[in-house]
């Protein structure tokens, strides 16, 4: 989906042979029926100009389209998956750039870019001469990372506003073993390197502008591993408000969770309520008791699970987890602070599913169960009080909450 009033719905026959596209311009009122010659696995779109459309296919081919799907052109085969990239504006030149990372006929893999227009092997550009690893490319604000590995050892490449690729510098005895990109916002790299001696914790770096220089943050910020060998690292942007993360520490196998105004500089615990929902007192004082919150569990959009944080509700964080001198995996009680972080409030005391509507003006939330429901609650008022709603005569499962598109919108599914 894209556009005000531009849809894209993409069909699933049982016969693979011929996959069609359903497009609209009118909001879904009416949909022309598009057959094409291939079946889309994803479809990214120009984050700009909304009549193009990148499809990528099961076969790891990488088409182009800039109708909106009508007419589609093969770009480039052999692609990774999740590894294309539309130019950034402001940074690079040509809007009709993609970013790719492809594997070439000798089966090394490579960092190429392209227009849309033309994309072989006569027009394409190679800005990094060397083979690099799978699934390494990215492409994020001013910066470009991949990693390269040869003869055992691996090195981290940048490079920053499109200049040539140089090495990430960390400090002399960082031996990292993996590093994954945490946020590129306002000119500064934040990565997690996991160091040749940690298992199931991160260290937290942090760069110059350029993105070469980094130095240590913080120190074991717990990690998992997800099924298809994805790493999940505990620490969280907070939206809203420049500058502020979560991030949960496992130090001798206890995880406290520990927030920074400064971009990392400072790190602080999260300051307890005094009184439970109830108004009866927690009797939780530091140094020996704080709050501390699940950061981050599901990849599903319709569950709940992660800390809930919206750029366009600045200063409301809301997450389940529980007071003491750690984090509890089993403990779900939620809590809100409407000034950043500074004061917090149990709202809850089991795991809720969370919307913000409004600029976080209506704060929705319904219980995260397996049993059917028929009520929501809802707060007009940063979560001080709660109202309540029926919102079907018959129970029925809740898997989630979405809303309309727009932060203004009061509309929700």
Known sequence: MLGDNQIILVSSSLSDRDQSLFLST??????????IPFSVETLIFHPREEDKVLAYTRESKLYVSS???????????RVTKDHVFWAVSGV??????????????????????????SCSDQTLTVPFAGPIDHGSLTVQDDYIFFKATSTNQTKYYISYRRNEFVLMKLPKYALPKDLQVISTDESQVFVAVQEWYQTDTYNLYQSDPSGVRYSLVLEDVRSSRQAEE??????????????VFLANRKVDGKVVTLITYNKGRDWDYLRPPSTDMNGKPTSCKPPDCHLHLHLRWADNPY?????????????????AGNLGSQLVEY???????????HTWRQVFEEEHHILYLDHGGVIVAIKDTSIPLKILKFSVDEGLTWSTHNFTSTSVFVDGLLSEPGDETLVMT
């Open 303 to 319: 569950v709940s699970g992660t800390v809930h944080t919206k750029d366009t509700a600045p200063g409301l964080i809301m997450g």
């Open 92 to 117: 690079d030149a040509d809007p009709d750039l993609v970013h790719v990372e492809a594997q070439d006929v000798g089966g090394g893999f490579r960092y190429i870019t392209c227009q849309t227009h």
């Open 331 to 341: 403990k779900e009680e939620m809590y809100i602070t409407s000034d950043c972080g």
């Open 67 to 77: 109708d909106l799907g009508k007419k589609w052109t093969l770009l480039q085969e």
């Open 230 to 243: 994805n790493v999940i690292i505990d620490i969280l942007q907070v939206r809203g408000v420049k500058g």
């Open 26 to 35: 009118d909001e879904g009122a009416t949909f022309q029926k598009q057959l």
